[in-house]
């Protein structure tokens, strides 16, 4: 089956725009995680949507970053008037919440470089 | 709140042999600890989840051990191949449990024939 897609996979912009990165979950999994990798770092959670709960945003680093997810399906993570700080690869994974202990499943990431 | 604390240098070894990364935690114990691979490029992908009752778990030429007095979790790859290079990452819920986890910033094995 078809794992978790993410869009564009690079994506180079001018500091100041706007961007929006895509991620398409695995069909049936109702946890969706985005988190951002910067070069030789660890994985930075940003948000955690978790089947109709409110989303957990407590780790999106200012209010210039904002994500939704519309039908417990597809999300769009959305950097406002990017800075060169936000380059960074973009990572989105899904899982099954039926239990805890449930592995998380990744897309390949979004690359995004700020000009 | 959590710190993870992997091998920040990379671990070279011979083709054959056994690799063994480490994973140490400084607060409270988790409930269970998970094991990704991530290759450059590419997005994690689990391996192994082991839980606060289990001393050892194995997957084919991959072994996991938890001890919770420690507070580490090692990862042993036994018969090394070129194929295993990669970064492996251990990630650990929260305290109260649930699913959202936190990474270590990974370790890099690289095998040399």
């Known amino acids: 089956g078809a794992g978790v897609s993410q869009s564009p996979s690079n994506k180079v912009t001018e500091k100041g725009k706007d961007v929006e990165l895509r991620c398409d979950p695995i069909?049936?999994?109702?946890?969706l995680y985005w988190y951002r990798q910067s070069l030789g770092q660890g994985l930075e959670f940003l948000i955690y949507?978790?089947?109709?709960?409110?989303?957990?945003k407590s780790g999106l680093p200012s209010d210039r970053f904002s994500a939704e997810r519309t039908g417990g399906s597809v999300s769009t993570l959305t950097i406002q008037r990017t800075q060169q700080e936000d380059s960074a690869v973009y990572l989105c994974?899904?899982?099954?919440?039926?239990?805890?202990?449930?592995?998380?499943?990744f897309g390949d990431g979004t690359r995004l470089s700020i000009l | 709140s959590q710190k993870i604390e992997q091998n920040s240098e990379a671990l070279n070894i011979q083709e054959g042999k056994t690799a063994t990364l480490t994973c140490n935690y400084t607060?409270?114990?988790?409930?269970?600890l998970q094991w990704y691979r991530q290759d450059p490029g590419r997005g994690p992908v689990f391996l192994l989840l082991?839980?606060?009752?289990?001393k050892e778990k194995r997957k084919e030429r991959l072994k996991v051990t938890f001890d919770t007095t420690l507070k580490q979790s090692l990862f042993h790859i036994t018969a090394s191949q070129p194929a295993d290079s990669a970064t492996y990452l251990c990630?650990?819920?929260?305290?109260?449990?649930?699913?959202?986890?936190?990474f270590g910033t990974g370790t890099q094995l690289k095998v040399e024939l």
């Open positions: 082991i839980r606060e009752n289990e």
């Open positions: 990630a650990l819920p929260p305290g109260g449990g649930g699913n959202k986890l936190t």
């Open positions: 949507f978790q089947g109709n709960s409110a989303p957990d």
């Open positions: 069909s049936g999994h109702t946890a």
């Open positions: 607060n409270y114990s988790p409930a269970y």
């Open positions: 994974a899904s899982s099954l919440e039926r239990t805890e202990n449930q592995p998380q499943h």
